[in-house]
């Protein structure tokens, strides 16, 4: 009897290694496996990323490395491998380059693991309730978060904060990323849990305390239905009494606006004419949210309201233009290598820079029918790639006053462009590593480690997130009203 249940013990216990290795969370790998994916995310960044040393050394980063590989020495999860080498990351910083869960953990992210149903708004070192994802509400409307299962507002950001890869010294697009994606965040960098302790305070000072239960994503979206219409990506608003156009514009990613089956030419060209039958003499462009690989979006966004020549960029630059050794467990990019050839002088410093000749550093021409009113130029954290690229021009040119916040975007340069996505062999983790860097046109004023900042900084005000308000929206309207 003693050796069947014996039998009967190590069988469950097997049995449940077994389960814990089929579930993709507590999954773990060795060392040596690790340290092999370790070997192709370094290999990826020194042969592909076109500016891994704007904020280290090499020797610097070379370091930082060989530390990592000597402290993996017992078998981890991947998500325990992801925030080892986060130092890394964060010395490139550049915030494009980054390393994700396996697809496997993602998949699990996305559709089975319980989560906190609620969304947030970052307003200084402040958590505030943006939206419960659930059918019926149970907080205070944007009440403050004071704590969550013990831990303090305060703290919650800062482990949030710096489980992210910033770009060099810039927290706008840290915020903006919390807000965005807050469930998994918390679920991934804080703790995993059921249900939600959340002591918090209300407009008029009232402090109290709620519990909340977990739900997956799937069952979020299932019980929660979002305010309002589902508006279309780039979108026209016209305030006949001031004269003034609002154009909102959330993506400029191509797939995006194919997607939405909006032609940026024509929809343009269908603004121009609304703006002058309109009489219009102000015109607010907000990408707030809004990024995109393609610059030539940004150059057609440009030309509407550009009034000389002008170009997006000074330079661009690949590291070498050589399929790094790790390309065999990318996504297959052969376009992009295949045509690097003859576009880009011979290395030097680490990169190649492309021609000066070539057709994307020529001056572009303003459309003929250009408007010519007064421009406002809306962003956030969240502006990055094209969309940054047509702010910063817009504001250095002196076409448009900047309005909003800091930009996602580094001022000086940023990397973008079409993304490396190596899936690692031995863990399944997926590095993203951008294969361009670009070189704004215009002087960059403010630090070269940060965005592009605004002439007028206009944060969101808790009391406006209470009665449901956009506070820059509201403030810039009421500044047109005033000055017709």
């Not at 059921?194 to 000072?205: M, P, Q, Y």
């Not at 060209?269 to 002058?276: E, G, I, M, P």
């Not at 880009?344 to 029918?369: F, N, S």
């Not at 704004?440 to 403010?446: K, N």
């Amino acid at each position: 009897m003693m050796m069947k249940a014996g039998l009967m013990v190590g069988s469950v216990l097997v049995t449940m290694a077994v389960a814990a290795q089929d579930d993709p969370l507590t999954k773990v790998y060795s060392p040596e496996e690790l340290r092999e994916d370790l070997a192709v995310v370094r290999q990826t960044v020194e042969q592909a990323h076109p500016d891994p040393y704007r904020y280290t050394t090499k020797a610097e980063l070379d370091q930082l490395f060989d530390a990592i590989g000597r402290s993996i020495t017992v078998p981890i999860t991947a998500e325990a491998f992801i925030a080892t080498l986060r130092p890394a990351f964060r010395s490139i910083g550049d915030a494009g380059t980054e390393l994700l869960p396996p697809k496997a953990v993602q998949q699990v992210y996305d559709h089975a693991e319980p989560m906190m149903p609620v969304t947030v708004a970052v307003i200084g070192d402040r958590l505030y309730l943006n939206e419960e994802l659930k059918g019926f509400r149970s907080l205070p409307t944007a009440c403050e978060l004071l704590s969550i299962n013990g831990r303090t507002a305060a703290q919650v950001l800062a482990i949030l904060r710096n489980s992210q890869v910033p770009e060099g010294a810039d927290t706008s697009l840290l915020d903006r990323r919390i807000e965005r994606n807050f469930p998994e965040l918390y679920r991934r960098h804080v703790e995993r849990a059921d249900k939600f302790s959340i002591r918090f305070r209300t407009a008029d000072g009232m402090e109290g305390e709620h519990e909340l239960f977990a739900m997956t994503k799937d069952e979020m979206h299932q019980s929660y239905r979002p305010k309002g219409y589902d508006l279309q990506p780039w979108r026209l608003e016209e305030f006949p009494p001031v004269r003034a156009a609002w154009l909102t514009l959330s993506t400029l990613e191509p797939a995006d606006l194919e997607a939405a089956r909006i032609v940026p030419e024509k929809f343009l060209s269908n603004v121009l004419d609304a703006l002058k039958k309109g009489k219009a003499s102000t015109l607010v462009i907000d990408v707030r949210g809004a990024s995109g690989h393609d610059l030539g979006i940004a150059e057609q966004v440009f030309s509407i309201i550009g009034l000389q020549p002008f170009r997006v960029v000074k330079s661009m630059s690949i590291r070498s233009g050589r399929m790094p050794d790790s390309y065999r467990y990318a996504t297959p990019y052969p376009e992009f290598f295949a045509s690097v050839g003859g576009m880009y002088m011979a290395e030097a410093e680490g990169r190649r820079v492309l021609k000066p000749d070539d057709p994307r550093l020529q001056p572009v021409q303003a459309h003929g029918k250009a408007f010519e009113g007064k421009v406002y130029v809306v962003g956030d954290g969240l502006t990055t790639g094209a969309a940054a690229a047509f702010a910063m021009m817009a504001k250095r040119t002196g076409r448009a006053r900047a309005v909003g916040e800091e930009l996602g975007a580094n001022a000086a340069s940023f990397c973008g462009g079409r993304i490396l996505e190596v899936t690692l062999p031995r863990s399944g983790s997926v590095l993203h590593v951008p294969l361009m860097r670009y070189v704004p046109e215009g002087h960059c004023e403010g630090p070269v480690d940060r965005g592009e900042l605004p002439h007028y900084k206009v944060p969101q005000r808790a009391g406006d997130l209470a009665r449901g308000k956009d506070t820059v929206r509201e403030a810039l309207l009421n500044l047109i009203t005033e000055m017709q």
